[in-house]
């Protein structure tokens, strides 16, 4: 049977509340110089503080194990799944324009988590599972990345456009060659193409992985699916002879507004692919290029880079400076458009086959740079991907362009701005800064590029320009 | 909760909230670092708090999944671990909740009670019987402290928990708990008294205590009983 609480009771309560908070630190100095008066005169307070303290230090018993790595990597997921169905609410809620940012925003939100436990991702006990049900995906990573939906495929369809055709087959797909059933059939130079874009379909956020899977599903249900299929070679390999930025910049308009922006491009009539003996005279100039100006593009990285390529065999520098080159080409910037000169732009009409001189004297002379800039693009497209593991795809890269324009092409302090941004933020000012300095400038206008630009000084004097004066940077 | 503008100050100097911040405005990485830097303290917590590892992993996950869809709303109104451990609190007490409703439709009436007592009562029961007084060894010095925390009800367990692991003021366990800072040290006065009682006569002399009743009884009614179960001390 319980007693009543009495004064004593009550006292011993007070007290001991007073000695719990003594022994948390809690009490004001004053109370706690009262407590100490008693603790030092009374045992019967003393035993009691001894007490609390001894079972109370029992408690450190209680310590247990931390979760594993399982368990983080499970979390990641599980929030990743959930902000992927975020995302869907959010597709069947919010208006176009606005999806498209939602969609931005959960991608980069997700595609860091991604990356971080994409090193946990290879230890799974049957990689080769997802792998596989993945691999349609994969053979068409860089293709499906370069459209919004099926349904911009169907426009394009209906509109037949572009209206080139496709003069060869996708290098996406024909970089895995045949697809052998398995992974262990693969060659080892199949098994690399894979993994490599294994690694970029994993970068990427689980919302866009979701969506890519999703549209290659919807390719295969359509009936119009080998249609789509024909068409979205044919725009990719139109997109392959347009500037990098081009495709960046079709995807930020919606459907209609792209369509009709192709068809105007289209009938500017640079979307023709060069004949292939031209495209490897074009390859070999480029060669040529880099041999000569690899000092100055040297010079051009940073010291920690260049250092790293100091300690290389000449070759291997030699193709390190070349892709770098291609890559400038590729991604059309100003900067390398800028620094070829008068000499080495007729070289490089002199290679050339006399129906691709033909071609080109057929265009007003203002235009005659242009097309012979878009024909560098194609080809050092060409040759990016045929030095990367026999077969890069032909429009891949775009995070590599954009990771290339960061590495090489900002300045330290622009590089450190970025840096103390949030993720989302920087990623939107990043593709601003490429696009700035990608894009034509204005008629007349003020060049807003940032970065080194290297080379531009010195060979501004011999910049490669039309006859017309204009400034020639793109098409 | 309003939060005047110089305690949100106050407030973002904890690392943790920058790091919410960051997950609010898109960082994935950030709230990586975030699960990375909780995730044993809270699973820790919430294993004492549902006594059980498995379904505190479960919870835990519940709890990143809940700051993660708040991020949004997320706005700074105490530290992050304030705000964590009370999503947690709540996790916690839903999933004791449907436990309990659970075990009453399946047990039926009579056998609920006080969490964690009957597990007491078996092993004070079992373990004395006509054993003679002897050392307790690690493990059952583990169990037996487990034991006396589960036998606290969930307020008092849980400002244990956040006083004795996350090192919790006074202050930030009355924010986690929706109290006043006085009530937290009168419950955390009145949960180490119960653990006193509950623990002290199988520690004071390293020992079990022989003949069933002290301990059990004590254990049975922390805070009432054991007030009146103390003469011995």
Redesign the interface.
Known sequence: MTSMPDDRSQDDAGLREDLVAYLDGELEAAESRRIEARLANEPGVRRMLQELDGTWSLLDELNTSPPDEHFTQTTLEMVALAADEDVARGRAEAPRRRRRRWLAAAGILLAAAAAGFAGVALLAPDPNAQLLRDRAVLENLDQYRQIDGVEFLRMLSREKLPAEEADESPRDRAALGSQPATIDEMTAAQKEELRRRREQFAALSPAQQQRLRQLDAELRRDPDGPLLRETLNRYCQWLSAQPAYRGMQLLELDPAARIKQIRQEQSRGFGKRLETKDLEAIARWIDQYATEHEARLLEGLPASHRAALAGLAPAARHRIVLETVCQHWQSGSRAAQGAISDAEAAELRARLSPEARARLASRPAAEQSRLLAVWIRQAARQQLGTRRGEGAALLSGLDDRLADYFEFQLSPEERDRLMSLPAEEMQQRLRQLYLAQAKPAEPGGHHAAHGKQEGRGKLEGGRWKGEGGRRENEE | MAVSESSARRYALDPDVRLML?VR?????A??EL??RY??RL??VL??LVGG?HLA?DL??EV??RV??ARKQYVVSAKFATWLFTIASRVAANAVRDRSRRREVTLGAGESGPQGVPQMDRLVVASTGSMPARQLD?AE??QV??LA?ESLNERQRLA?LL???EGM??ADIAATLDLSPPAV??L??RA??N??QT??PY?QYGTRPQGSGGPGATAA?PG??G??ARGG?
């Not at chain 2, 405005?25 to 990485?29: H, K």
């Open positions: 960051e405005d898109g960082s994935g990485s709230f990586e699960v990375l995730q044993a699973v820790r294993e004492h590892r992993e835990a996950q990143f999944l993660f869809r690690k010095i583990r402290v487990r925390l244990v006083n004795k692991f003021s006074y040290k009168s955390l006065s180490r008294e653990l006193r623990l002290e520690f009614e009432t009983a007030n009146s001390q």
